[in-house]
């Protein structure tokens, strides 16, 4: 057996070498584990501990994360109220624009019809002035009018069959009477003509 170079004694002292290894080997990794463990334990802790710090400035109100947020939030609600605000203002003027156009134009409206009356009025009254002057002018020309002319009469004695006075019937004339005299109606048309100016 020596011819193989294998002993008995090696054989022993090579497994107990390599339970020895085994042994060490398994104690180091124990040791790796229970040290990675550890480690691991620790960056838990330091999670949670800082985990907690963060939810103790959120209930503060100081988290760097949350204040950001806040101010950019604020920032939207700013800017949105100060848009309300602008569009406000813009339709605040555009109704005030309109209002101002439609009175403009109401105004517009009342003065050109008040011009047009004035100016029916005047036509109005121009053509009846012309048709006075006409009737005048034919009642000058044309002596048979019915209007009565002032004549001097005479007073005649009653004859038997002739009757009364209250008994005759009055005659119907076709006369007009004005009430008011040429000089008094071209006042009135000179003073419409001026309101109309």
Do not use: W
């Amino acid at each position: 057996m020596s011819d193989c170079g294998y002993t008995s004694e090696t054989d022993d002292a090579s497994e107990t070498e390599y339970f020895e290894d085994l042994q060490r080997s398994k104690n180091g990794h124990d040791e790796e584990t229970a040290e990675r463990s550890k480690f691991l334990d620790s960056i838990y802790q330091e999670k949670l501990a800082d985990l907690q710090d963060q939810l103790r400035q959120l209930d503060e109100g100081v988290h760097p994360v949350y204040v950001e947020r806040l101010k950019k939030c604020e920032q939207e609600a700013q800017d949105r109220l100060l848009a309300n605000e602008s569009y406000l203002s813009y339709e605040r003027e555009k109704i005030e624009r309109e209002y101002t156009l439609d009175k403009q134009a109401a105004r517009q409206e009342f003065e050109k019809r008040k011009k047009q009356l004035k100016e029916s009025l005047i036509a109005d009254l121009l053509e009846e002035r012309k048709r006075i002057e006409a009737e005048r002018a034919n009642m000058k020309l044309c002596p048979d009018s019915p209007e009565p002319v002032a004549k001097t009469t005479r007073k005649l004695r009653r004859r038997q069959n002739d009757p009364t006075p209250a008994q005759r019937k009055r005659a119907v004339s076709n006369q007009l009477n004005y009430q008011l005299d040429e000089k008094e109606i071209n006042e009135d048309l000179k003073a419409l003509k001026l309101k109309s100016k």
